[in-house]
């Protein structure tokens, strides 16, 4: 498998996972891992976890970030933009869809799940000019309102909040012509559909992308890490309103475990495809590919 883009297929749909790269979550910077990712995790209960998936000495979080293109009928959407020029591995979208003959311009719909550097950093080039000209870009009435309005500075905390506003203030007035928001849940385009998601950011939105019977759950950051999907109260640093994050993953992880469906997580190993599994009255990650990268065929149970 090339690392930094995974084909697969889903009903009629083409579906191609595209990398824009890593980004280390580390100090001086950001907190350890652990804390960052886990800051109101019950001491010891963490210890054990940490344990239980061998991350004792776990000193830098490389987050993969993980945008997706699908072919559906006559559009080319694309999901998030990646990260642009945020850190020396980031920015990476552009060049992997030019590998794969992929034209910018060909692309009719983005789908921003929400308005981190992350997810919008690749919305404009270096130059300021649109990466992707001809489409038309989607996000969440509120989110778009939240990061184009004063709200974000008052609710962001002073550790981040200087390089969120200005990846917000580089990346989303230029789309403004171009953009059409939702206010509840809806086709964005035949078969896809924006799923409220409310928590990390207050309008960032899952996808479910459906095509003959088959289905995909597209996340985004609803979880960060598999520990996540096994302690749904255990929140981030970056998760803006913790209380919704836990409604919000109960509810999806609910959805994606019943109905067996196949799941994109932004920022999970490439390429942050698996299933949710039912654990007792919790949950599990099941990567998709094994670490020789086959694709396991069912869910195991
Ligand atoms: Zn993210």
């Avoid at 945020?86 to 983005?110: C, F, H, K, Y």
């Avoid at 109260?233 to 209380?243: G, K, R």
């Avoid at 019943?258 to 990650?285: D, E, S």
């Amino acid at each position: 498998m090339d690392e930094e883009t995974y084909h697969f297929k889903l009903g009629s749909f083409e579906c191609l996972a595209l990398s824009d790269g890593t980004f280390t979550y580390a100090p001086p910077i950001f907190p350890p891992p652990p804390t960052f990712l886990f800051i109101n995790a019950p001491k010891e209960r963490l210890a054990q976890k940490l344990q239980e998936h061998n991350l004792q000495q776990w000193a830098e979080w490389v987050s993969p970030y993980i945008c997706l293109l699908i072919k559906a009928g006559k559009h080319i959407a694309l999901v998030d933009t990646g990260a642009g020029g945020l850190g020396p591995n980031t920015g990476r979208l552009l060049q992997n869809l030019r590998s794969e003959n992929i034209a910018a311009e060909s692309i009719d719909t983005v789908i921003l799940t929400h308005g981190h550097p992350d997810h919008i950093g690749g919305n404009t080039t270096s130059e300021g000019k649109l990466a992707f000209p001809n489409a038309r870009f989607v996000m969440w009435k509120e989110e778009w309102d939240f990061w184009n309005s004063e709200q974000a500075k008052l609710k962001l905390d002073d550790h981040s909040r200087d390089v969120l506003l200005a990846f917000a203030r580089k990346n989303l007035p230029p789309l403004q012509s171009q953009l059409d928001t939702v206010d509840h849940e809806t086709e964005i385009i035949p078969g896809i559909r924006a799923i409220a998601a409310p928590g990390h950011t207050p309008g960032h939105i899952a996808l479910m992308i459906s095509s003959k019977n088959e289905k995909l759950l597209v996340t985004s950051d609803v979880f960060l890490h598999p520990i996540h999907v096994e302690q749904p109260d255990w929140h981030a640093m970056v998760d803006l309103a913790p209380q919704q994050v836990t409604n919000t993953r109960h509810r999806l992880l609910a959805l994606a475990a019943a109905n067996k469906v196949l799941v994109l997580a932004f920022h999970l190993t490439f390429p942050g495809l698996g299933y949710i599994i039912p654990k007792g009255k919790q949950w599990r990650w099941q990567p998709l590919l094994d670490e020789s990268n086959k694709r396991s065929k069912e869910p195991k149970c």
